[in-house]
């Protein structure tokens, strides 16, 4: 579990690098995705849909509402990304998302 003072770093990770390649995501937070359990924490769902929704607001130059059925799905993929990167880097195994931005949607939705 991330301590309060990680939670507010990876936050800002979020806001400030939306642009985050997976292979630069400290390996901290994906180790804390991968102990959520069966679905992400509420902390997962507020970090990664901000980070989404910059990079979003970066692709398309603009703030766009998603809905949240929307919103969900691709957060639910992107925790799952962060899941498998995590057990890549354990079995020190390669996975084809290290170079892809961490936020990104492309290929998970």
């Given at each position: 579990?991330?301590?309060?003072?990680?939670?507010?770093?990876?936050?800002?990770?979020?806001?400030?690098?939306?642009?985050?390649?997976?292979?630069?995501?400290?390996?901290?937070?994906?180790?804390?995705?991968?102990?959520?359990?069966?679905?992400?924490s509420t902390?997962?769902?507020?970090?990664?849909?901000?980070?989404?929704?910059?990079?979003l607001?970066?692709?398309?130059?603009?703030?766009?509402?998603?809905?949240?059925?929307?919103?969900?799905?691709?957060?639910?993929?992107?925790?799952?990304?962060?899941?498998?990167?995590?057990?890549?880097?354990?079995?020190?195994?390669?996975?084809?998302?290290?170079?892809?931005?961490f936020?990104?949607?492309?290929?998970?939705?």
């Open positions: 579990m991330l301590n309060p003072h990680n939670q507010s770093e990876y936050m800002s990770i979020a806001m400030e690098q939306p642009n985050i390649l997976c292979s630069e995501v400290p390996p901290t937070l994906l180790e804390a995705a991968s102990w959520d359990g069966e679905e992400p902390f997962f769902v507020e970090f990664l849909s901000a980070g989404y929704q910059e990079w607001a970066g692709e398309t130059g603009q703030r766009i509402r998603l809905p949240r059925e929307i919103l969900d799905q691709v957060v639910l993929g992107l925790w799952t990304r962060a899941c498998h990167l995590h057990t890549s880097r354990l079995l020190n195994r390669s996975n084809p998302d290290w170079d892809k931005q936020f990104s949607d492309e290929g998970i939705v």
